[in-house]
């Protein structure tokens, strides 16, 4: 019986471990240092087995005792290329759902010449994104056309029924990752040209995207969007951009966020101070934050980002639970304390991807979209954990069957990997809608 070993036990794991379980007979074990985590996992799936340790500090020997033939890491990024090496010197394969770093990506000969399979990117974005574009763009290409244009967009959310509270957000994945992307520096092609906008000017550049049967979403360039030039072989694209989607107003809050500094990472004499001495000390007064604010960014106290402030606990004269930290750990606080589901409430994931082509001989361009709108299940798995753990878990069957075995360092953008991937995807209900216009 072939063996996979599961790193992590959080909310990813579990659609990841339900479909494991559904569709193979495999021996499935999953260690986490969170006792709480692996015996949820126990009471859904008491046929899986669990293990509790520190997964980062002892890797290497929860990989000896179980053996497995391939490992899912569902860790932190920063542990990727630990593991990589790991799986490299134990001989299993490898899946995980985030971003390929360089030292692993260095990996890619040693791991040829050692017959195994890594493939990373494999969640929903990056992961979905990847494959429903490639495959967009083998079908242009096979058609004899040329992209021009490319864009993806990508956003989890709280699903309408959901949208309670005035910032428009909740989270279903990690504060931290959210609110450092609040600074994150980002990359697009407009007009054939690079351009830059760094520590957080990307949401200065906001546009509206209408998502049918949902309405109008806030967009913000994500990242460094033109490695994708390479990686999706399209050395024709002149506009080439990967956004972030968010409810309208989102990007008007972290503007004003990042400007009176809520973001920074500077430590802080935090000792003694409520929310709303903090607040003002980061508007340059002693007092009175909201009058503070409203000086420092030239708004009135009825503005929309005054108001979201407010309700997020700014300006309460409550003690920070803080003796020293920074003013990222401040807000991180609050946002885990305010910006959170109800029981039975759900989430909704929105992923759109467009390319748009010319083709000889054709006057009019075509514009190829591909569409994803998921909702969580209210007392079930939430659609970000479906869309990010059922890739990672079919590509590991898939490794294991055989019907991906090309060996290497990969991301899913070769029709070996995303074809049986999209496939089974949409036999477990995540599905893009297609369509193509004349523009």
């Excluded at 790193?7 to 794991?13: K, N, Y």
């Excluded at 134990?90 to 899946?95: P, R």
């Excluded at 899913?412 to 074809?419: G, R």
Aim: aromatic share 8%; glycine share 8%; charged share 25%.
């Amino acid at each position: 019986m072939k063996t996979i070993l599961i790193f992590g036990a959080g909310r990813v794991s579990g659609p990841c471990i339900d479909y494991l379980a559904r569709k193979t007979d495999y021996r499935i074990a999953v260690a986490d240092i969170s006792k709480e985590n692996l015996d949820a996992i126990k009471r859904s799936f008491p046929s899986v087995e669990t293990v509790c340790d520190d997964t980062g500090k002892n890797a290497a020997a929860l990989i000896d005792n179980f053996s497995p033939d391939l490992v899912v890491n569902l860790m932190p990024p920063k542990l990727m290329h630990q593991v990589s090496k790991l799986c490299l010197e134990k001989k299993c394969h490898m899946v995980h759902p985030e971003y390929l770093d360089d030292a692993t990506r260095a990996l890619d000969a040693s791991v040829k010449s050692a017959g195994l399979v890594f493939v990373t990117e494999m969640g929903l974005d990056p992961g979905i994104d990847h494959m429903s574009a490639t495959r967009t763009i083998r079908e242009i290409k096979d058609s004899g056309g040329k992209i021009v244009s490319y864009r993806s967009i990508c956003g989890a959310l709280p699903a309408p029924d959901s949208n309670t509270n005035p910032w428009g957000y909740k989270f279903s994945w990690s504060p931290s990752s959210l609110i450092g992307a609040s600074k994150r520096t980002a990359k697009i092609i407009e007009k054939g040209k690079e351009i830059l906008w760094p520590d957080g000017v990307t949401y200065e550049h906001v546009y509206l995207e209408e998502i049918d049967g949902l309405g109008a979403f806030e967009v913000y360039a994500n990242a460094d969007s033109t490695p994708y030039k390479t990686i999706y072989g399209i050395p024709d694209v002149t506009e080439l951009y990967r956004g972030t989607i968010r409810y309208p107003g989102w990007c008007e809050t972290i503007c004003g966020m990042n400007a009176l500094g809520f973001f920074e990472l500077d430590e802080m004499d935090l000792k003694g101070l409520t929310f709303a001495e903090f607040t003002a000390k980061l508007a340059g007064a002693k007092s009175a934050p909201k009058e503070a604010i409203c000086r420092a960014l030239g708004v009135k106290p009825w503005a929309a980002f005054i108001m979201r402030m407010e309700w997020m606990g700014f300006f309460d004269d409550k003690p920070i639970t803080l003796d020293k930290g920074s003013a990222r750990d401040v807000v991180t606080l609050l946002f885990g304390e305010k910006l959170v589901y109800a029981k039975g409430e759900r989430d909704l994931v929105i992923l759109r991807d467009e390319c748009v082509a010319a083709f000889p001989d054709v006057q009019k361009k075509r514009r190829y979209r591909s569409t994803l709108i998921d909702f969580g299940a209210p007392e079930g798995f939430t659609s970000i954990a479906r869309t990010t753990g059922l890739p990672s878990a079919i590509t590991a069957r898939f490794i294991l069957e055989g019907k991906i075995s090309t060996p290497g360092v990969h991301v899913p953008v070769t029709p070996e990997i995303f074809d049986p991937v999209l496939k089974e995807l949409e036999a477990e209900n995540i599905k893009l809608e297609e369509t193509i216009a004349e523009v």
